[in-house]
Structure formats: C-alpha cells, structure tokens
C-alpha cells in the first residue's frame, strides 16, 4: 500500500475517534446533504449551515 493511503487512513481513524459517532460520513451521507440543498424543498435556507459533521466540530 502506498504511504501516502496509510496517512489518510491514519487521519481518518484519528478523526473518527474523536467524534460522537466513532466514524466518518460515507459519501451517500454527504450526497444526501447536497441532494436536499438544490432541492426545491431548501428554497428558504438562504444564508443557511448546513452542519454535515456527524456533531463533530474538530479544526
């Protein structure tokens, strides 16, 4: 495996540890975010944040 794979995997299980749900979002969870916000049914969330963290807030 390339090490550039193992570093992301490394963040990527350090930063699913430290959130609520013990993992990150799956690319269908993300999907579904955006699905919804150029739907007609987000027609009123102008200037809106659309949190798609799984309640994480980590920088």
Same mark, same amino acid.
């Not at 390339?2 to 570093?7: D, G, I, K, W």
């Not at 969870?29 to 809106?48: D, F, N, T």
């Given at each position: 495996?390339?090490?550039a794979e193992r570093v ?5 299980? #350090? %930063?699913?540890?430290? *959130?609520?749900?013990?993992? =990150? ?7 579904a975010a955006v699905k ?5 049914? #987000? %027609?009123?969330?102008? *200037?809106?944040?659309?949190? =798609?963290?799984?309640?994480?807030y980590l920088h």
């Amino acid at each position: 495996m390339p090490r550039a794979e193992r570093v992301a995997d490394w963040i990527t299980d #350090a %930063v699913a540890q430290q *959130g609520p749900f013990g993992r =990150v979002a799956t690319p269908g969870e993300i999907a579904a975010a955006v699905k919804y916000l150029v739907s007609p049914e #987000a %027609v009123w969330s102008s *200037g809106a944040v659309l949190d =798609v963290n799984g309640a994480s807030y980590l920088h």
